[in-house]
């Protein structure tokens, strides 16, 4: 062994600096592949540091996040005595309450929904609430000469054409607008509003009259506890509150959680960058393979020669690939630079975007993790080539012009290959936020690069079989396409994977936007009207029906309500699949109902009989159900109004949720909820009613019924509209980071073709071709692979937003003509103008030196 071991040796040694050697030459053919592999580490690096810094900067915020150490939050209902010494026991307390609500001008003529949060002496206890002009508290929320004061934000002032001194009403109090609001510390745990910030105080509140029984309201409770308190104490608090109130009803959350949502839409976009960014590299891998393979072939007289002094094949391999993983790593850390930037960068443009000091930093662990992929993505795409080399013998090389044609390796390379392949696959899985989401994904790269190989060969069997024509550039191109080593496959695959992308992205874009444009507007209602009272039902739909008598009016009765179990366990303690998490997240509208509501349809079980009295019992939506795995006879346990509701499930439903009706993840049986105080929600849809007709509709509900909330369902649908195209920019440009790999990799492959390219070149010319006949002739070429490209990924583009657009999001999907002329000219520009700018030089070499070593 030792024998043996000193004599392996040397020669690993002897490898290192054959492969140092060699490299003193420069990086001539590797430029492309440094640029693919820098450019997949720097994405993934990037992203997953810019996601660690916005999370960190939440954690390490946590508590002026949340405006406080812990929060207690309630809806529809305040703390009990007993409830309240306990919160008041365990450090300062801070009171707030929000709610939507409609406020008006004095006159009645105009009004606009906004987000109420009245606050009580102690808000905020950490962080600052920052106005313009600075007021104290008593200044901005004191009650003077008639009127509570208000701090807004700028928007509404916008709104209403209003100023700073101006009064609205809400509800039935009058409020003066006395600061706008610069800074509100905690508003991100508050969640997403769709309206402009109202702030005023408690007092204020119970002035306006708009909290009365059953009404949307959220009361929260936030403690600063003492110095020094510890994550272990305030894990303390929330047990012995849970031990304590078990049926309290209310959401515990901590300085440690203090914005649950955005840190998980932060893991979702992030993981979806990283995937993004995993499909760069892995199209890089292409380029890598293409460089490879070019740079072998350069070398064939080294390698023949090598192996006719006799050189063991492990010799070849050994030279080569320490030259690879050198230059590799000079890609990675080039990659790893520019992902250690970015997050500074990020956090320069996030910092008008999010309130939290999201302001860059190192993560060690988000580089390394991308530095693993760039590195195994170059050993996955290297080694086949370096198998093909390694197994010709030196005769081969010697007599042939390269070894490309020469098939497969053996297994073991393949084998090999497939083992780095995979394990790239499931560390990307593992480590992912959804796993389903990410094993979707790659299938599809792994599918969409078999289809593309399948769509090469096949334009290369109709280029074989294409009957001949009489144009001498056309039939030279076509000949191009089909022949020995010829560029179709490597241009297809590269251009392939980033246009299919682009086309999803787009359709799925375009799909979205026609929607919320037309066809849903078109469907839903004109109005949503909350917070109406049981005694008010009535009066309110007589005027409804005087101000939209062409209108349809549908109410029904809504209280909330937070899942708390399913058959007797808790839900914090089962593993729910992420598709069915957000019916578990916080609570949700509920309602009960005598008969089967509109837009929905039984699949399974029975409605319960008219005057049912027995057991509480609740139909639920069929798709959330098979996503909880519940089934029929399964027990819910809700807790609305502080108290725990227990139903077994009658029946399951499928909902229309995209008419955007009244629907209800939960329908419970009338006797459920028997002297429950709630409020009522109604729809009015009038698809005729012109903008000034609404308009009244609003003014009239809004003077008569002030603590009724109205919602016109357009603007909501523009505010989405706005917010999809705002995701959809962030979007394409990620994807764009794919396309731009496909490029750089489309150019490798061009210039790995312009060796054989030359030859054929110089051979055509001797024999009479004229430099007109060699420009239309690769021009056909490029032509013909573009459009075979594009018109793959308009059928591959399509098929993977229908299945996005019908199956995920259930809405219709439609087909944009713009999106299709748009790839064709894309594909055609690509691979023409990079094959013509690669092919220029080419057709001015001098024909003796090429002809000599012919």
């Known amino acids: 062994m030792s024998a043996n ?70 809806n529809q209902r305040e703390v009990n005595a007993e409830e309240r010494a306990f919160v008041e026991s365990k450090g300062r307390v801070a009171v707030a309450a929000n709610m939507r609500s409609m406020a008006r001008l ?11 949060k009245a606050v009580d002496n102690a808000y905020p206890l950490y962080g600052s609430l920052d106005t313009e002009p600075k007021l104290d508290r008593s200044g901005l929320f004191a009650e003077r000469e008639g009127a509570f004061g208000a701090a807004v934000a700028q928007i509404f002032l916008d709104r209403l054409n209003l100023k700073l001194g101006d009064r609205v009403l809400l509800g039935s109090a009058t409020f003066e607008l006395r600061a706008m609001i610069s800074n509100e510390p905690d508003v991100l745990s508050d969640g997403f509003g769709f309206a402009p910030r109202f702030l005023i105080s408690l007092e204020g509140l119970r002035a306006a009259g708009l909290v009365q029984p059953g009404s949307l309201v959220e009361h929260s409770y936030k403690i600063a506890l003492p110095a ?28 440690s959680n203090a914005a649950p949502s955005l840190s998980a839409n932060v893991e979702r976009f992030s993981q979806f960058l990283t995937l993004v960014g995993l499909t760069a590299l892995i199209v890089g891998g292409v380029g890598v393979a293409n460089a490879v393979r070019a740079y072998l072939d350069a070398k064939r007289g080294v390698i023949a020669t090598f192996k006719s002094l006799g050189a063991p094949g492990w010799f070849v391999i050994a030279v080569y690939l320490i030259q690879i993983v050198l230059i590799a790593l000079l890609g990675i850390a080039a990659g790893l630079i520019l992902a250690a930037i970015i997050p500074y960068v990020a956090g320069y443009a996030l910092q008008s975007v999010l309130p939290i000091a999201a302001k860059g930093g190192f993560y060690p662990g988000a580089l390394a993790w991308a530095a693993l992929f760039g590195l195994l993505t170059t050993l996955a795409f290297a080694i086949l080539p370096l198998g093909r080399a390694r197994d010709i013998p030196a005769t081969a090389l010697f007599r042939e012009q390269g070894f ?42 792994a599918f969409s690069f078999l289809v593309l190989r399948a769509v090469s060969s096949l334009v290369q069997w109709l280029a074989r079989r294409a009957p001949r024509v009489r144009s001498t550039a056309l039939r030279l191109a076509i000949g191009n396409i089909h022949r020995p080593g010829a560029l179709t496959p490597s241009v297809v695959l590269s251009l392939g994977l980033g246009l299919t992308l682009l086309v999803t992205l787009a359709l799925i874009d375009g799909s979205l936007r026609q929607q919320l444009a037309g066809n849903l507007p078109e469907r839903a209602p004109n109005f949503f009207f909350v917070d109406i009272q049981s005694t008010q039902v009535d009066q309110f739909t007589s ?18 309500g937070r899942i708390v179990a399913f058959n007797g366990t808790d839900v914090g303690k089962l593993t729910i699949p992420p598709e069915g998490a957000w019916v578990l997240r916080g609570d949700r509208g509920i309602t009960y109902a005598k008969k089967i509501p509109e837009n929905s349809v039984l699949t399974a079980g029975n409605w319960w009989p008219e005057g049912y009295t027995g057991e509480p019992l609740v139909s639920f939506s069929a798709e959330e159900a098979r996503n909880l795995g519940l089934k029929l006879g399964d027990t819910v346990t809700v807790n609305a109004l502080g108290r725990n509701i227990t139903a077994r499930i009658a029946n399951f ?5 995209e008419s955007l009706a009244i629907n209800f993840v939960m329908v419970f049986s009338p006797n459920a909820f028997a002297g429950a105080p709630h409020a ?82 110089v051979v055509l010319k001797t024999l009479g071709a004229t430099r007109r006949t060699l420009i239309k002739a690769f021009s056909y070429e490029y032509v013909i692979l573009g459009l075979a490209t594009a018109t793959f990924a308009l059928l591959a ?45 080419i057709l001015g070499q001098k024909a003796a030196p090429i002809l000599r070593n012919l």
Request: some cysteine.
């Open 653 to 657: 439903r499928q909902v229309e949720w």
């Open 680 to 761: 009522w929600l109604a729809t009015l849809t009038d698809p005729s009613a012109t903008t000034q007709e609404e308009a009244t509709v609003m003014r009239e509900v809004t003077r008569a019924f002030p603590a009724v909330t109205s919602v016109r369902v357009k603007d909501a649908i523009s505010i989405a509209n706005e917010l999809v195209g705002q995701l959809a920019v962030a979007i394409r440009a990620a994807a764009s980071v794919a396309l731009i790999a496909s490029i750089l990799v489309l150019g490798g492959a061009l210039a790995a073709g312009n060796r054989a390219r030359v030859h054929d070149a």
């Open 404 to 445: 490309d044609q020469r098939g497969w390796p053996k297994p073991v390379y393949i084998v090999v290959a497939a083992l780095l392949v995979a394990t790239l696959c499931i560390l990307a899985v593992v480590f992912a936020y959804d796993r389903r989401i990410a094993i979707t994904f790659i299938g599809a790269v």
């Open 543 to 560: 005027l409804l029906q005087k101000a939209a008598p062409q209108g349809k009016i549908v109410s029904a009765p809504m209280l909330r």
């Open 5 to 74: 071991g000193s004599a392996a040796s040397p020669s690993l040694k002897l490898a290192l600096r054959f492969a140092l050697r060699e490299m003193r030459n420069g990086l001539s053919g590797f430029y492309i592949f440094l640029a693919c592999i820098a450019l997949g580490v720097a994405a993934i690096g990037g992203v997953n540091s810019v996601a660690n810094s916005v999370t960190s900067g939440i954690s390490t915020q946590g508590q002026g996040i949340l405006g406080g150490d812990i929060r207690f939050q309630l």
């Open 106 to 116: 004095a006159d009645g003529s105009d009004q606009s929904l906004v987000e109420v």
């Open 228 to 255: 020094g308190a510890s994550e272990a104490d305030i894990a303390t608090i929330r047990n012995e509150a849970q031990e304590k109130f078990p049926q309290a009803g209310w959401t515990i959350r901590s300085r």
């Open 797 to 841: 583009g399509g098929l993977a937003a229908w299945y996005v657009i019908v199956r995920v999001m259930k809405l219709p999907a439609s087909f944009q003509p713009e999106v299709a002329v748009s790839t064709l000219v894309l594909a055609l520009v690509l691979t023409v103008g990079f094959g013509l700018a690669g092919t220029w030089r």
